[in-house]
Structure formats: C-alpha cells, structure tokens
C-alpha cells in the first residue's frame, strides 16, 4: 500500500459524528458561558426569558420569582419560579435536556426565544461545572397536581436523562414552573449583573412583576406599571421575498397542497390565488402539477418569480412593539434627564422576515457629562448586555453624524460623548444573532438603515431642545445688556422726546420683557415630556436630511 | 379543562426537535454566509482549509488551485483542487453531507479546521441557494482508481443524500480530492476578497503552492517560499487545570482503564503515576476503585485534588508556531516599509489548552500615514478577514499605550495611528472563535494578556528605532549648525590660540563627523531586519513596564 492510501486510511479512522451537545460544551463561550459572572447572567437570563414567553403566550400577567443563593466560593444556586401556563409531565425532559428542541424555532411569530437551545445550554453548563443535576417543577391547573423531575444532559446522545420523576401534591402554586439548578456562577454588581439584566427586563416589560433576591439576601422588586399584555403576536407564513432556493425546494416536498398553485397561495404570505396563477405562467410550469414533481429548474423559474412579482410586505401583526410612550415613560422611570424622545419607525423587512425598530434618548440631568453615550439595546424585549462593539445597533449610532444634533463626536464619526443615554430596540419574527448567546444583532444593511432612521429622529428632537436651549441663554444675555442700558438710553430717549424717563425705562422693560418670554414659552414647548407634541408641531425636512446620511 | 391546561397542551403541540442542519440553514451567518461576497471568501476558506490541513497531516507539500467562474448574476462555480492524501469512498459522503462530524473535534492537536462544520456547511450553503448538489472527486493513490461523488444534505436529518456515485479511471492527479460546487457569490477585489485571502494565507503558509484564477481569468501564483514542512503538531491528552467536572465525570464512565489511578496517569497529561496517587490520597478515594463507580461527590473532590497539585504544564509540542523568522519574512514580501520586528512568545496555557501568541510589526515605507495601523490577524495560520472589532487581537491591540513607543494614539487608549501593520497569530489546539465563521478570538484574559506582551515587545522595538531616528535627526540638525558656525569659531579660535583657522576648522569637523558616525552606528543597529540582535543586545527593563501594562 503506499504511503499516501495510508494516509487516508489513518485521517478516515478518526472520523466521527460530533453531537450538537458536546459541541457546546466544547464552545461554551457561543452560550454566553464564557466566565462565571457572565455565566450566572446567562441561566437568569435564559429562564426568565422563557416565563416571559410562557406567560405572554398563555396570556397570563407574569409574576416572576428570581433567586440566588452562594452555596460555595463561585457556586451559586440559582431559582426562578413563574406563574405561567406550566409544562406538561411528557414535554419537560425534552424542554431541559435536549439542545435544539422548541416550539419557537419552526415558526414565524416574535418572541424571546427563538432558538431552542437557551434553557438545555444552561442545564448543560451546570451540570459541566457541577456535576449536579436540574431540579424542574412544573404545574399546569389548580386541578392538577405538579410534577417534578429531577434529570441532566447524556451529551453524548444530546438527550435527557431522568433521575427523579415524581407527583407534587403540595406545591405550593396553582400553575407555573419552578426550575433549580446549581452553576459555578460569580455575583458581582456591576454594569453587567444579574440586577442590571432585570432591570433593564422591567422596561421593557412594563406588565411583569419581578422580585429579585441576591445572594446577600437584598430583595428587589420591580412592580409592574401596566395591568395589560401587549397586543399578541399573530404567527405568519414565509414571505415571498425572504425565501431561497432550498427552503422553497424543501417546502414543495413537505407541503399538504395537491397542486403548486395552491401551494403558493396557501403556504406562503400574501400570495393571493390570482398571484399564483401569475407567477406560474411567468415561471413557465403548469399551475395544476404537483408540488412533489418540481424539478430544482422549475424551482428557480418558480422563485424568481415569485421574488419578481408585485406583492404586499408581510403583515406586520406578528410584531409587538413596545411604542413610544412605553419607551419614554421606561426611559423617565429609569434615568433621571432634562430631556426625553422616542420614535417607533413602521414595521418593515429584512430577508422576508418582519422588523421593527424603536429608538429613544435621554439628555442631561443625571446622566454622566464625561465619556461616550451609553447605549442600551433590546431585542424583543430582552436586554442586550454583552458584545457592544459587534452590533448592529452601535454600528449604526456610530454613523450618525451627531454633530448635527448639537452633540460632540470626535472625527464627525462614532458613539457621540456627554450626558447622553440611547435606547434601541428591535422586534423582529427573527432577530439575525451574531451567536447563539443572542448578545448583538447581525450587521444586516436594512436593519442598520431602520435603526439610523430611529435614532436620527430622536436626535432631531434633542437637537432642537438643545438649540432652544441655546437661543434662549443668548437672549437671555441680550436681556440682561438691556436691562443694564436701558436707564442710559432712557435717558437719552427722554432729552429726545420730552417723555418720562420713568416711563421711557418702563416701556423699554415691558418690550424686553415681553419678547423674552415669548421667548421662553417657545422654548417650554420643547421641554421634557413634551418632545412628541414638538416633534409634531414642527416639520423638519426629514427625508432630504435621511437621504444625505446613507 | 381549566385555561392554563389548554395553554399548556396548545403550546406543547409546538415543541419538536431541529435539526442542526436546519438551525444553521436559518443562522447562516453564524457560518460566515452573511451576504454573497462574504459567502464567496468563506467557501473558499473551508475548502482551502481543509486541503491544507490534509496535506499537512499527510506530510505532503501542499499544491492547491483555486479557481472561480462567474456563471449568471451572483451565481459562481468554485473549485478547489489539492493534491492531498484524498478522502476514502466510503468517508466521503459523511465529511461533505453531514454537520458535526470529523477527526479534529474530539482530539488536542493544531489544525486549521476543529468544529467538523466548515465545508458541510459550505455544502449547505450552495444547495440553499442555488438547489445543486456538489460534486467530489477524490483518489487516495496512484495505484486505485479515483471516486466521484454528486451529493447534497437532507437537512431535515443532517445526513448525506447521494445522487450519483462512479468510479474515474482518467482523473488526471495521483492523489488529493477536487471539489466543484454552485453557491451565490460576488466577487468583489476589495480588503474582503478572496485574493486578500489567499495572499494573506501565503504569508502564514510559505511552504504550500496556491494557483489562483479570478473570475475574469486572471490567475495568480503565490509560490512556495520554503521546501519543507512545518514539524508536525503532536496529539496531546487533556490536562487536569483545563478540565470541568462535567467532563471528569464523562470521562469517568468513557475510560478503559481498570483504575482509578490508572485512569488519571493514561488519561491525562502530565499525571505521572506517582501524582496519581497523591491525587487519590487527597481526595480520599481509594486509587484501585474502578472509575466507573466513583461518584459525583468523590469526582467534585478528585477534581479539586488534580487541579491544587504541581503538575507540569501540558506538553507544547502540539502546537505549530511559525516562529519570528518567518513572520518577518512574510511581512517582508507583502509589505513595503522601512522597519520590521516580530515576536514570538514562550508557549502557555488557558483552560488548559496549550496556545501560543506570535506577532510583528511593519512601520513607514509605502504603508499609508493616513487612518489607524492595520491589523493583520491569523489563527491556526489562517488569515481572520472579518468581525475585526468582536476580536480579542483588538481588544490587546487597544489596550496598549502605543504613545510610549512613539505612536499617535488619541487619548491612550485605541488602535495607534500612522504607517504602521500590526499581525497577530495565535495556534492552539482550540482556538475559542466568538462564532461557527471562525472570524473573531474570544476574550480569555489569558490570551489577552499573551497578545499583549508579544504586541508590547514588537512596540518596544519599534520604539527605540523611532527615538533613534529622531535623536539621529536632532543630532543632523546640530551638525548643520557646527557646520555652519565652525568657520567662525575657527577664526575666533585661530586668533586665541595661534593655530590655523584651516586646521582649527579641520578638527572641528573630524569632531563632530567622529561623534556623529557614532551615532549613526548606534542607529544602523536598530535598523531593518536586525530588530532581534538589537533587542538581544539591549536589556530593556520589560517585566517592569509590562506589569505596568496590565
């Protein structure tokens, strides 16, 4: 044999299949489990964002119970208890012991969660730096009683492995979830902590209440503000425009639809059977052929079509903004400023897939003179805490040219500087994630695009405060040389006009007077809390000053 | 039925698993398949990757073609050609069709490729966009016939789907593999293309011949540099300070050892048998017992045993390193500049993976004065084109005080400016990428500080060459003015002294050419590609000032 068959036969004998389990375990930092503070973040965050889903979903107010405790040095058990919908006895291993299992990965509808990997990773982690198992109890009416299961990951096999399974007849809850687990985990209370992420939780979702205990045992609690969920989510179906040739192709396998007409119209948004037949006849294949009998040629006349063809944007029901009322009151109940603005740009698409992105800004006040803007981003509700400099949302307020709003910004590029907070949240049915800890959103140019747009408002409206602001500390100095003239020109005027200089300086006074509060009055409609009725009042020439900025 | 149950039922209808193929379909940026002109370079990688990495491990001098064809709008044929050991028939369909699956995951040695995604990724990639399967010729001898396979990946269970299979008797290479595939894909000759690419690949792989051939026919040589291969890495067992309890314990149950003792001395590095059972002893477990019936409570206390004793640092004959000559002489050939340094630190550890940092640096010449220094990054050898601000290399990058040895940098902190190329390696037998696309190295503390010190130590020498230059220019400068005045001075002199103003002035001049001579010696010493004799010889004081650093 020579020497190069050998080869190959020695490099074939090492290939095996990698399981998706051992995979990250391997990668951990791709999890948001790159060090033990971060590491505690992550499991807090990862189970309060699936009681928020579980919650909204079932249409339940979340009232969520979030605990730690330090058992070790760098060993921390961590408790979070819901009132949501509860899980069913059969779905829990499966939920906390299998990576890339879900309910949200296989359809379109916005919602924390996207991926099917979030929970099991951080069941995953502690069971890679304990060695203990999870604890779940999960109940799902008062009628019933709860079920509790203790089981860990077979990483080898990605699956779960049941150690307990027992019936509650006590818990102490009508319905919810309660998971334990213990991590090596480090609780530090910085700009990064478990406080921070739920704080920032609480704006965003104004309608859950969160009580938080640390490991000293300080109580937090973040009431709830509104007694309302938002509007639900309606799922949707693909869109023309954000499909490729291999979704399509596998869809024509998988569909239900007898004919291709009708799996156009039915498996996809805002085809209507009118547009079907069209983008038949345009693609050059026969309406009536079954979708299984598609050649791949087929397929790509078929799509080009359909991605030709002159349809509506995707319905934007599927997406639950926050709003810019929310926003400013979040931005009010968290920062202390002297000005406040918001804007919620309309939903539009990136890939096929919905988006919308709301922005908000906050000046003065509290907010540290020195140093860069801080900037706090969201993604369907959930805070963004890590990979600043990887995300869309910096990207683009760093090409914003700042100056124009009457804000510093070295080199007319970057983060601007000054007592300056900018918000940016994005909905979207799939947020484009950097990484699987889902900690900064993909550079895609639409999205970048919406978010400038958004922030280029609000740093309109700030603009204009801070001009006001400017025009009337002039005037107001004018004010002050008139006051300190005017008995010297009255004086004058009196030798002039045989008047009074009594009066003549009276008269002077009430025209000063007068003019400055004017003045002034302008300017209060500029002031804090009344951004949006200036923003309306006055009508910038918006588009012309977007357009320079691409 | 109460409503929470029907929520719980509604919603566990959803949950079913995905699979890993399909997950990456939906997160294809998260394999570098962002948009058409990064798909184009990431295909191109992975294929040319791998080739390197099979020829490597066969100890055969790499020829590898590349070639590109522009087939419709956006629609490019790639091929990659190597003359590698070849892939066996019946390994072939698993390696192109299947995520998660190779040799390189599961042990501890430098390779380009780790994750077992790379190229069934790029299959996936191409299938989703443009519906064809890939086609795979591989011969694994002279003496066999080769093999051609047309595949593509069932996504729905991320397993191989063959179309065709044939036996090629012509096919004109003794051994290696050609893969030819379809993808969308723009060429773009830009800082991201993947000329950049490969010319920054030759640069790490002097030792490999690459043809390339641009869509518009133009074809590129970069030739081999040096006629023998890198020493190749050797496969190491873990060490006990990177290992977690999870992974203890798995190990535990996967062992052939008969016991305990024995387990820790074969399965691990540097665990001599005697440290075995001091191991043992402290964590009070008898080193006969058989591994599999050690507990979690007794492996949370041998864990703890194995990482407090004093054992040896893993072996560093696993990694690769490129080492300062080499790095100079790539600098060299692809940059134009006046002054060179590059270092390569000792090897060290995080997590318990062996890694290594080497970096250089190219000042002046035609490197533009303009903007910040470019940063040039590789891992494993392989050119990291994107994701520069997500990358640890950066982060050390900014972190350093580049205004101590000569450079611009705006406020101490940030990338340095001016005509300066800054390239950093790191090879280890994990690398930690932020992302499946391998374009960014996580921030370990570790590794960053590593980074730093190699950076700092090339900075160093920039340094006292730019403080050289300038005492050099500053002493001209004084030269002028003795020559100017000597005359002067002379006559004064001759007059004082009786001498003649002739000889006075003669001996002025000898003075100071004498003295500046010197200097200019002292100069030529810290000159072009001379660096590491000029550090050798000058002891700066580096442990203090690094400390400094930190």
């Given at each position: 044999m020579t020497e190069e068959v050998i080869a190959a036969e020695k490099m074939g004998e090492g290939l095996k299949e990698i399981s998706i389990s051992e995979f990250f375990e391997k990668n951990r930092h791709l999890l948001g489990f790159d060090n033990p503070q971060k590491a505690l973040i992550t499991v807090v965050k990862e189970a309060v964002d699936n009681s928020l889903d579980a919650c909204e979903e079932a249409r339940i107010l979340p009232d969520i119970k979030v605990s730690l405790k330090e058992l070790n040095e760098n060993i921390m058990r961590v408790i979070v208890e819901d009132n949501g919908p509860g899980i069913m006895k059969e779905h829990i291993p499966n939920v906390?012991?299998?990576?890339?299992?879900?309910?949200?990965?296989?359809?379109l509808r916005q919602s924390?969660?996207?991926?099917?990997?979030g929970i099991s990773a951080a069941v995953l982690y502690s069971q890679l730096t304990t060695g203990k198992p999870i604890n779940i109890i999960s109940r799902i009416s008062p009628k019933r009683p709860a079920h509790e299961y203790t089981l860990r990951i077979d990483t080898l096999k990605n699956a779960p492995e049941v150690l307990a399974d027992a019936v509650v007849?006590?818990?102490?809850?009508?319905?919810g979830t309660k998971i334990e687990m213990e991590i090596e985990g480090k609780y530090i209370r910085s700009k990064h902590s478990p406080l921070e992420y739920l704080s920032q939780c609480a704006i965003m979702n104004p309608f859950a209440k969160i009580t938080f205990k640390e490991p000293d045992g300080t109580k937090t609690l973040y009431e709830r503000a509104v007694n309302e969920l938002p509007k639900p989510p309606i799922e949707i179906k693909p869109h023309p425009k954000g499909i490729e040739l291999g979704i399509l192709i596998r869809m024509l396998k998988k569909t239900s639809a007898r004919g291709l007409s009708g799996f156009l119209s039915n498996d996809f948004?805002?085809?209507?059977p009118a547009s079907a037949e069209e983008i038949c006849k345009k693609a050059k294949v026969?309406?009536?052929?079954?979708?299984?009998?598609?050649t791949r040629d087929d397929a790509d006349r078929i799509l080009r079509a359909m991605q030709a063809a002159n349809l509506m944007a995707p319905p934007t029901n599927c997406l639950s903004p926050v709003g810019e009322e929310a926003i400013m009151a979040g931005l009010k109940k968290e920062i202390k400023a002297e000005f406040y603005a918001a804007n919620s740009r309309t939903p539009t698409v990136y890939r096929g897939y919905p988006f919308q992105i709301e922005a908000g800004i906050a000046y003065g006040g509290?907010?540290?003179?020195?140093g860069n803007a801080k900037v706090i981003r969201f993604a369907n509700r959930v805070p963004l805490l890590y990979e600043l400099s990887a995300c869309a949302t910096t990207q683009a307020v760093e090409e914003v040219n700042w100056k124009r709003y009457g804000l510093d910004q070295s080199g007319g590029k970057g983060i601007p500087k000054g007592p300056v907070a900018i918000v940016v949240h994005m909905v979207s049915v799939w947020v484009p994630f950097t990484s699987e800890s889902k900690e900064a959103i993909a550079s895609y140019p639409e999205i970048i695009d919406e978010i400038k747009l958004a922030v280029q408002e609000c740093g309109r409206q700030l603009g204009r405060y801070l001009s006001g602001k400017r025009r009337a500390a002039e005037r107001e100095g004018k004010m002050r040389a008139i006051e300190k003239y005017a008995p010297e020109i009255a004086a004058a005027l009196a030798e002039l006009t045989d008047e009074k200089v009594s009066d003549i300086t009276k008269l002077i006074n009430n025209l000063a007077t007068k003019k400055f509060h004017t003045v002034n009055k302008d300017l209060m409609e500029d002031a804090p809390g009344e951004g949006e009725e200036a923003a309306a009042a006055e009508e910038a020439p918006a588009e012309t000053e977007e357009s320079e900025e691409k």
């Open positions: 906390f012991g299998k990576l890339l299992y879900g309910s949200k990965f296989h359809r924390r969660g996207q991926q099917g990997i007849e006590d818990a102490k809850f009508e319905h948004s805002r085809v209507s026969d309406p009536k052929m079954k979708p299984a009998d598609v509290e907010i540290p003179v020195e």
